[in-house]
């Protein structure tokens, strides 16, 4: 099962220098059957995608709570067994939890297929929506705006031998 790991830059750094994604268990976001429902798609491509945005946000979440990394959202792409990554059944359809899994075990970043991060010129964007979340999740829409504007910032794609470039170890 492909699953969506949301970190920051600094949590990518970690992954690095340990050489895991996370012992387990954790939080990431896969296409799982509360996900088709709510996105109405058979499209696999489609589907992943909104898992990966569904874990974009989450990262946005970690960066609120990170006063000092770059404000710069951060999903891996893993591969892992499909006893691994597990739906809790009591939160199928709530839609905080649409395409949250539990992943248990240790995950080896070597088993990371990509990392999608955000541009440089996304930060202004991801910064404002960090400091909105807070209203945005009270029911405040203008907030929401502004935490949605972060979406329209594709991320981009990295292979996984180029983390030390992302993280700032590279040459």
Known sequence: MRVYVPLTLSGLAEAHKTGELGTGPFVAYAVTPALREWYLSDDIEELEYAALNRAALASLRLLAGERDTARRRVVVAVDVPDRAAAADPDRGLDPVALGEVRVSGAVPLAKAAAVHVDADD??????????????????????????????????????????????????
Not at 127 to 156: K, N, P, T
Request: proline fraction near 2%; aromatic fraction near 6%.
């Open 122 to 171: 996304a930060e202004e964007d991801v910064s404002a929506a960090v400091r909105a979340l807070g209203a945005a999740d009270h029911g405040d829409d203008d907030a929401q705006f502004v935490v949605d504007g972060a979406e329209d910032h594709e991320l981009l794609w990295f292979a996984t031998q180029e983390i030390p470039n992302l993280v700032g170890l590279g040459d």
